[in-house]
């Protein structure tokens, strides 16, 4: 019986290594230009899920009035169309991050179907291992709240904060 556990150890232990040497020696290119490694997406979404936990459930302390809208678009502005995009058009500052920023604002979908607790999840905390910063020492937790508002309700918001929003660039 010993010997059968000591070589289910060695066995992962040879795993491992061999998993090691080849990370280490070349066999994994790093740049942004090339295809996820097999199940890197899944084990990231996975763990992006599981850290927003029950965060997801929270509900915002503001409402998603005209006022609160307007000061997330003026956030926005400031802080997020570089990486996000404008209305109606993706950022082209941010196509050499890995992963791809997604765009936020119409025509796409962003996180519109998101959770408003998970957007304020994600604002405050930020990514690991991608290109979104945490804005919890540069926002406070109620703009916080207000661009993440702005986010959730990107596909029904009233013209007075379409119009503020950055417009598109002509080409």
């Known amino acids: ?6 070589g289910i150890v060695v066995g992962i232990g040879l795993v491992l290594l061999a ?3 080849f990370m280490t020696r070349g066999g994994v290119f790093m740049g942004t230009d090339t295809k ?6 899944t084990i990231a979404g996975a763990a992006i899920t599981a ?4 965060s997801a459930d929270d509900p915002s302390p503001l409402p998603a009035d005209e006022a609160n809208l307007l000061a997330g678009a003026v956030i926005y502005t400031g802080a997020c169309v570089g990486c996000h995009g404008r209305l109606d058009q993706a950022s082209s500052g941010a196509k050499g991050f890995y992963p791809v920023p997604p765009h936020l604002l119409p025509p796409g979908e962003g996180v519109t179907d998101d959770p408003v607790g998970a957007i304020h999840w994600v604002v405050k905390n930020g990514v690991r291992f991608s290109a979104m910063p945490s804005f919890n020492h540069k926002l406070s937790d109620s703009e916080i709240w207000q661009v993440s ?3 959730r309700n990107a596909d029904k918001l009233p013209a007075s904060v379409r119009d503020s929003l950055p417009q598109p660039q002509k080409q």
């Open 1 to 6: 019986m010993i010997k059968f556990f000591l």
């Open 19 to 21: 998993s090691y040497l």
């Open 36 to 41: 996820p490694l097999p199940l890197e997406e």
């Open 51 to 54: 850290s927003i936990g029950k």
């Open 149 to 151: 508002l702005l986010l």
